[in-house]
């Protein structure tokens, strides 16, 4: 078990069961981070995608609490919010579910070639 912890980039998966990269992350037995990040992509959903993305953060945030975790919440370019998060962390890894749409994947490539 590590005392460096690991960050949990959460985007529209808020499942406890069968997620690939929460199991990814718990195994690792450091402490889990988990984030998410209102960033172009949430903003540019209509509005009442924006709705329920906003009640199933809230809900996953409370299930968080309930287990006595916090969700953290942050706003702007994932790739400069992750890098701040780590810096003021200490996390020694980024964990998140992969995406299949081009934007989604533009960002993901972007990130885990900086991050790497």
Not at 12 to 26: G, I, K, L, N
Not at 43 to 51: D, I, N, R, S, Y
Not at 67 to 94: N, S, Y
């Amino acid at each position: 078990m590590s005392d460096t912890p690991v960050l949990l980039w959460l985007r529209r998966d808020f499942r406890f069961h069968d997620h690939e990269a929460m199991a990814a992350a718990a195994k690792t037995g450091a402490p889990v981070i988990p984030v998410f990040i209102h960033d172009d992509q949430v903003e540019a959903l209509g509005a009442a995608a924006k709705w329920r993305l906003g009640l199933a953060v809230e809900a996953f945030a409370e299930s968080l609490a309930e287990k006595g975790a916090k969700l953290i919440l942050r706003k702007g370019d994932p790739l400069k919010v992750l890098q701040a998060l780590i810096e003021e962390t200490g996390a020694g890894a980024v964990y998140w579910s992969r995406r299949y749409d081009k934007p989604g994947r533009d960002t993901d490539t972007e990130v885990k070639s900086t991050l790497s």
